[in-house]
T-cell receptor, first 115, second 115 residues
């Protein structure tokens, strides 16, 4: 799976809209872009994923560049509960039942939210 | 929403002792995984399973065994615990294959300290 690059940390204030960037210049055509977040003492939590089109759900909006070499996770109106480490991960779907949904987690971006 | 529960939440073990970490999921998912996370680092896949009574090796299986006696339960076994196995262990499950079906749902983790 291709590698991603994210800033180590970002700071925000409650109520702001936060843009978390992710660079993946060597992404392959069949690789999906997944975002997970993790708070201390908890397991990672799925946020969203996409292939080519922008996607949105109750948690976030995922903007994917037209050349797919970068993406941005947009968190509207952040609250203190959104403070976490956000991981951008690339993953090609497994081809058969014996394949695993192995996600390679890096360091991610630590988002700090102040009141 | 997927429910993955791990037990115990924390454990202290002695070097050379046997440790069993348990994981139970209630969402009828086919796939289950064991990851470990070391302080300040990402997650690494130890073992996974896509069907009961069968397990597969992940990226770092040495020193670990896994057991999947039923679809709901997945255990990680350290036959001879070592200091290097001190870490936080996360269990996860996913419905199956395909971009959306491979979304992982994580438990809250087991903090293992080997002395």
């Amino acid at each position: 799976d291709a590698k991603t690059t994210q800033p180590d940390s970002m700071e925000s204030t409650e109520g702001e809209t936060v843009h978390l960037p992710c660079s993946h210049a060597t992404i392959s055509g069949n690789e999906y872009i997944y975002w997970y977040r993790q708070v201390p003492l908890q397991g990672p939590e799925y946020v969203t994923h996409g292939l080519q089109q922008n996607t949105t759900n109750s948690m976030a909006f995922l903007a994917i560049a037209s050349d797919r070499k970068s993406s941005t996770l947009i968190l509207p109106h952040v609250s203190l509960r959104d403070a976490a480490v956000y991981h951008c991960i690339l993953r090609a779907p497994a081809l058969n039942q014996g394949g695993s949904a192995k996600l390679i987690f890096g360091e991610g971006t630590k988002l700090t939210v102040s009141s | 929403e997927a429910a993955v529960t791990q037990s115990p939440r924390s454990k202290v073990a002695v070097t050379g002792g046997k440790v069993t970490l348990s994981c139970h999921q209630t969402n009828n998912h086919d796939y289950m995984y064991w990851y470990r996370q070391d302080t300040g680092h990402g997650l690494r896949l130890i073992h996974y399973s896509y069907v009961a009574d069968s397990t597969e090796k992940g990226d770092i299986p040495d020193g670990y065994k896994a057991s999947r006696p039923s679809q709901e339960n997945f255990s990680l076994i350290l036959e001879l615990a070592s200091l290097s196995q001190t870490a936080v262990y996360f269990c996860a499950s996913s419905p199956g294959l395909g971009a959306s079906a491979e979304t992982l749902y994580f438990g809250s983790g087991t903090r293992l300290t080997v002395l």
